[in-house]
């Protein structure tokens, strides 16, 4: 009975750890998709047109076509998305601070299509 219970106790650290590395991935995903996001609303409060974020989403799922071994495909895609707003041009050459304003005024998750 005691060698029972030392069994259980290990596969629940066991189970333990691998809820931890998932909460870890899931906080991973949540903070690059927060970073998309607000790339987004940046992109939106400059006028950008619906056209041009279509080119870059067509742009981001043609490029993460065939997954990654090794890597998950969401955050795959998300962090090509990342890179791919990141580049754009238009967030490059805006002011840092007219962004940030822009986005205090409003709630930088609210993004309409």
Request: proline share 4%.
């Amino acid at each position: 009975e005691l060698q029972q219970k030392v069994e259980e106790s290990e596969l629940l650290k066991m189970e333990l750890q691998m809820l931890e590395t998932e909460r870890v991935r899931l906080s991973l995903v949540e903070e690059k998709l927060m970073d998309v996001l607000q790339l987004l609303q940046q992109l939106r409060d400059l006028n950008v047109s619906k056209r041009a974020l279509g080119k870059i989403l067509l742009s981001t799922l043609e490029s993460c076509r065939d997954p990654q071994p090794g890597k998950a495909h969401l955050f795959e895609v998300l962090d090509t998305l990342h890179q791919e707003l990141t580049a754009c041009e238009l967030l490059q050459s805006q002011p840092l601070e007219k962004a940030q304003s822009h986005q205090s005024l409003s709630n930088p998750l609210l993004i309409s299509c």
